[in-house]
């Protein structure tokens, strides 16, 4: 599977600062990229996968501790998290017969930083 990734506003190495929507308008395969991630998270049951992983002490969780959670087949539960994997904000590891899952918080950062209001900015 590749792993998707999406580049942050007119991010510069040289100050670290990360425009935000309202500074700066998104170009056309910065908003692909992102509407991907934000469309992963656009239903429920992932959205609450997603929290669910992230929230887990240590970090990561089995599968077989998601599956039960919900009213779904484990095939629908999978397809959810086969999105989340693709919109590059969980990974995951086999050990065994089991599939453990972590999230990648430097998506979930550059998701925040691109909408974050920059500092000075009228409310």
Do not use: N
């Amino acid at each position: 599977m590749s792993k998707q990734e999406f580049v942050v506003l007119g991010q510069d190495g040289a100050d670290g600062c990360c425009p935000t929507l309202l500074a700066a308008p998104l170009e056309e395969g910065q908003a692909e990229a992102l509407a991907k991630v934000f469309k992963a998270l656009g239903d429920p049951v992932r959205l609450r996968l997603l929290s669910m992983i992230a929230s887990r002490a240590g970090g990561e969780v089995c599968v077989c501790d998601l599956t039960p959670a919900f009213d779904l087949s484990q095939p629908t539960i999978s397809h959810h998290l086969k999105l989340l994997k693709q919109a590059g904000l969980i990974d995951s590891e086999r050990r065994g017969t089991w599939v453990y899952y972590r999230l990648l918080p430097e998506t979930t950062d550059r998701m925040a930083a691109v909408l974050t209001r920059p500092a000075g900015a009228a409310r």
